[in-house]
């Protein structure tokens, strides 16, 4: 009986391996073919965090742009339901997409294009819309696409999940936040804007050419003349920019600019970024790590034969049913040597959704990407899509990190870190 239940389990992974993930649209073997990028120079680096300022500095980068936007994001949520279906109708009417959509961003992008400015978005393709089941209705994306933004999904690797929008090719901002309202306004979320250094950017920017270049055009269906004068009118639409919740009892950020002389490397994910991340770990005496999951992986191992001085400070939920099985298991893991594992408070984000850490109190690194295998793969960095071998094919995401070495920026992220692990409480300890 015992034996017929291991064999079942091991068939049970067996079929659930050899499984594509849905939306997948990877379709050639990823080489990983970028290095990181490091200065040691003059650069801006503006930090910015959900729930307090994330909306306002956002879309002002949006309100602000001259001549380009390039946005990479894994989807964009309607505030008001019109990328959502109900009775199997998705969308909303192209009439309440314009007048009636309070994503903030939705309507800056929708100015810029009119005013304009040249928008590309490149995003993941989780749901195409077509005319069967959609008549008349739209969402977000599909509006920008036929209002003359150029948008595309991703095909480079499974998913996209960097959270990147770069604005006239010399400013980039890397963050965590997906375009949703409870990202910006109810979750805790990081992220900067890299600008005053154009060997960052342009490292970037590459990388979005590259992916832009694979993706492929965002289907759109045909609309009547009466919706498509709406999509089509420039009339600028009023942006508004909702004040900052508030949730009793929290730590408050602010908006900060650090313009110095400093030493700073931007890399992305897949692309080795594994050795650098655990190499540089590794070699330092303390860590601190404020992220949402730490799932069951080499990060496990790497974190609980860490020698140094750790602090770990984890989202109180997450979304996602496997991704909570499998940091469950890593917590327990990490416990059972002596570490503590502390959450989030209950009752105040929905989720902890940000991800950073610091070495020895000094060096901050920024990610798009949470502590696992899709975001830091370990192993061969060649990563065949799932039509060329099932086999190899492994689940894995395009992120951006930034590693950042200031000793003001430092203390903000260490702040912050302060404050919301004592409003925390000891998972396992
Ligand atoms: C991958 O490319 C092949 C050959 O060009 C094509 O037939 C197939 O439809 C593509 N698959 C996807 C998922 O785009
Ligand atoms: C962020 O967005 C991605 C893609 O849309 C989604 O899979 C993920 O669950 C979202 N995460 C959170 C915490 O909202
Ligand atoms: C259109 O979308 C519906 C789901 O709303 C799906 O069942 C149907 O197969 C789609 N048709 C085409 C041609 O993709
Ligand atoms: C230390 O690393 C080894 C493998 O390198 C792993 O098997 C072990 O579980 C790790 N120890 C802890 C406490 O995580």
Redesign the pocket.
Known sequence: MRFLSILLLAFAIAVARSQDASGDFQNQTYNSPFQPVSISGKASITTYFSPDTSIQTETNMIINAKQTIDIGIPGMDSWVGCSDSYN?V?GCSVSKQRSQETFPIFQALLNAIHRGVEVRILTNNYY???S???SGQIDPISFLALAGAKVRYFTTLTFLHSKYCNVDGTSSSISSINYSQTSFMKNREAGVIVTGNTQLTDFTNTVFEYDWNLGIDWPTITYSSSDMKIINDKTQISVQIPSPPSFSGSYVTTVNTVSDKMKVTVFTSPDNAWDQVSADIKASSSLKVYIYQITNSDWCDLIGNYTGDLSILVSNEIYDYADWQSASECYKHLSKSGITIRKTAKNMYTYSHQKYWILDDEVVYLSTGNWGNTDFPDGSQTFPSYNESPSEWRKTNRDFNIKMEDPKLATIYLDLFKADYQRGYDYYN
């Open positions: 199997g998705y195409t819309p077509n069967t089941c959609t």
